[in-house]
């Protein structure tokens, strides 16, 4: 691991394959990562069960997220939500630098990773894809979780998250400069996953 040493901050738009990309990419690498859009779905979470956001977001314990149903659009949501609160932000923001700290390199994927968490991560990309598919695969991943809802709400969802995202006052929604943008709405997986690798292996490489 510890011949690893980057930083990689992975950004985008809800359900463009950020997540499973960069599962992959740490695995890949044997380095740490980070889902931090799942802190956010944490707090948005015990918000939900009456718990003040500034207290949910001190005693975080990112392994609740392997005991509780955090894909729900209500959580996802109610994260949106606390998002916006700074001093919400401010909590979680120390949590997710202080993991990019670690020796030895990390994965982190988000919204602002490449351009508020890490702005001196050592590679950045920001993936993203059109709403309607984008939308498709978050249908079918809550109806392969057992949720019964339809496309057309999960649709509706995805944008409106995209615009609270791109319009919050804190941390919005946009790719770093010296981000590479990847649009993953004609590619599979394994497509986006190659292309990642490749970039990163020139960068190793030098």
């Known amino acids: 691991m510890t011949s690893f040493g980057l930083i990689i901050a992975i950004d985008g738009t809800a359900a463009s394959g950020k997540g499973t990309i960069s599962r992959k990419i740490a695995h890949n690498y044997c380095v ?3 889902d931090t859009g799942l ?3 944490l707090v948005g979470y015990h918000v939900l069960q009456g718990i003040d956001p500034i207290d949910a977001a001190n005693q975080l314990n990112v392994k609740q997220a392997e005991v509780f149903d955090l894909k729900t659009l209500q959580v996802s949501n109610a994260a949106s939500e606390v998002a916006k609160n700074p001093s919400v932000r401010a909590k979680l923001l120390e949590f997710q630098r ?3 700290s670690k020796p030895g390199g ?3 994927d988000g919204r602002d990773i490449g351009t508020v968490i890490c702005p001196n991560a050592d590679l950045k990309f920001y993936i993203t894809a059109c709403s309607e598919v984008r ?3 978050r249908h079918s991943e809550l109806l392969v979780l057992g949720h019964k809802i339809s496309y057309e709400s999960v649709l509706r969802e995805i944008q409106e998250r995209d615009e609270r995202d ?3 006052e804190q941390s919005p ?3 770093a400069e010296d981000a590479n943008k990847i649009d993953t709405s004609d590619m599979n997986i394994g497509e986006v996953y190659d292309l990642v690798c490749l ?3 020139a960068k190793l490489e030098k």
């Open 166 to 168: 791109t319009n919050r």
């Open 173 to 175: 929604l946009l790719p």
């Open 106 to 108: 990390a994965v982190l």
């Open 199 to 201: 970039i990163i292996e």
């Open 135 to 137: 939308a498709q695969r």
């Open 32 to 34: 740490p990562h980070l």
């Open 98 to 100: 202080r993991f990019a």
């Open 39 to 41: 802190l956010y779905r």
